[in-house]
């Protein structure tokens, strides 16, 4: 989206660090190579928002809401059209 991200992600186990330290990381990581390349300084919002996916049925409505986000907006007519829209590894259901 052009104004905001939705990621869904899970931490390792072998991850010794809170969501908090990962998502601070990446708006660090992020950041700066934004900076580097178009110039823009306020990139990031101070706080996220989380939301924990507890089963199955939640886990596949809140993919759906985060991939179909470029159709509701009328950028795209199908959420596979969008380039900024992917799934890295399958659901594991």
């Known amino acids: 989206m052009p104004d905001h991200v939705h990621m869904m992600l899970s931490l390792s186990e072998?991850?010794?660090?809170?969501?908090?330290?990962w998502v601070s990381e990446f708006k660090r990581y992020s950041s700066n190579i934004i900076k580097k390349t178009y110039r823009i300084t306020k990139l990031?919002?101070?706080n996220f928002y989380?939301?924990?996916?507890?089963?199955?049925?939640?886990?596949?409505e809140i993919a759906n809401y985060i991939a179909?986000?470029?159709?509701r907006k009328?950028?795209?007519k199908k959420w596979e059209e969008y380039p900024y829209c992917k799934f890295v590894?399958?659901?594991?259901?």
């Open 44 to 46: 990031w919002q101070k």
């Open 50 to 60: 989380e939301h924990v996916v507890r089963d199955d049925e939640s886990l596949i």
């Open 74 to 76: 009328g950028i795209v």
């Open 14 to 21: 072998g991850y010794n660090k809170s969501l908090m330290d």
């Open 89 to 93: 590894d399958p659901l594991p259901i």
């Open 68 to 71: 179909n986000n470029p159709v």
